[in-house]
């Protein structure tokens, strides 16, 4: 499992936004976990002033119950510490990886990362998630959550398309003995 955050603008109709100072965004903070598929496994959305570390424990420990197979995770410099790599252990009793950047501070695609980025580059694409409009912070993760629904919808959608037209060549060659249709 990744777990990463990112940062992001909101605009003056918003009650629950906070300051990021490491990023300098006046917004909110989305904290999510995503498996090897870059698939959502948890999601938090808080204040932009919530460190990582502490959304990110806070994420695991409200979806703990859910995660319980989950033997290693992966996070990036920002979640450095013994006093965290020791919360994920008593939380979800997993290993935890820093994952080190370059230090030459050069564009290199870091092993398994990028899944995450892929991750959020998926929810970029949705106009209602660029900049947070909503009011409250659970609006703002249910837009996130349908987002991701969406796309599993349309991608269902394509694997359903694609099944139809496989079903229809076989059954146009005609059925063997072991064809289960029969």
């Given at each position: 499992?990744?777990?990463d955050a990112?940062s992001?603008?909101?605009?003056d109709?918003t009650?629950?936004s906070?300051?990021?100072?490491g990023?300098?965004?006046?917004?909110i903070k989305r904290?999510m976990?995503?498996?090897?598929?870059?698939?959502?496994?948890?999601?938090?959305?808080t204040?932009?002033n919530?460190?990582d570390?502490?959304?990110?424990?806070?994420m695991?420990s409200?979806a703990s119950?859910?995660l319980e197979?989950?033997?290693h995770?992966m996070?990036?410099?920002?979640y450095?510490?013994?006093?965290f790599?020791?919360?994920?252990?008593l939380?979800?009793?997993?290993?935890?990886?820093v994952?080190k950047r370059?230090e030459?501070?050069?564009?290199?695609?870091?092993?398994?990362?990028?899944?995450i980025?892929?991750?959020?580059?998926?929810?970029?694409?949705c106009?209602r998630?660029w900049k947070?409009?909503?009011r409250a912070?659970n609006s703002?993760?249910?837009?996130?959550?349908l987002a991701?629904l969406?796309?599993?919808?349309?991608?269902?959608?394509?694997?359903?398309?694609l099944?139809?037209?496989l079903?229809?060549?076989?059954n146009?060659?005609?059925?063997?003995?072991n064809?289960?249709?029969q």
């Amino acid at each position: 499992m990744i777990v990463d955050a990112q940062s992001v603008k909101t605009t003056d109709l918003t009650k629950n936004s906070g300051y990021d100072g490491g990023k300098k965004i006046s917004g909110i903070k989305r904290h999510m976990a995503v498996d090897i598929n870059g698939l959502p496994q948890a999601i938090l959305v808080t204040r932009a002033n919530v460190s990582d570390r502490s959304g990110a424990l806070a994420m695991l420990s409200l979806a703990s119950q859910n995660l319980e197979l989950v033997q290693h995770v992966m996070v990036d410099g920002g979640y450095t510490g013994n006093d965290f790599a020791d919360q994920m252990k008593l939380i979800l009793n997993a290993k935890t990886t820093v994952a080190k950047r370059n230090e030459l501070h050069m564009f290199t695609v870091l092993p398994q990362r990028w899944i995450i980025e892929r991750s959020w580059s998926w929810l970029d694409k949705c106009r209602r998630l660029w900049k947070n409009c909503e009011r409250a912070l659970n609006s703002s993760l249910q837009m996130v959550v349908l987002a991701f629904l969406k796309m599993f919808l349309k991608d269902t959608r394509q694997v359903l398309r694609l099944s139809s037209k496989l079903y229809s060549r076989t059954n146009s060659i005609g059925c063997q003995e072991n064809c289960p249709s029969q």
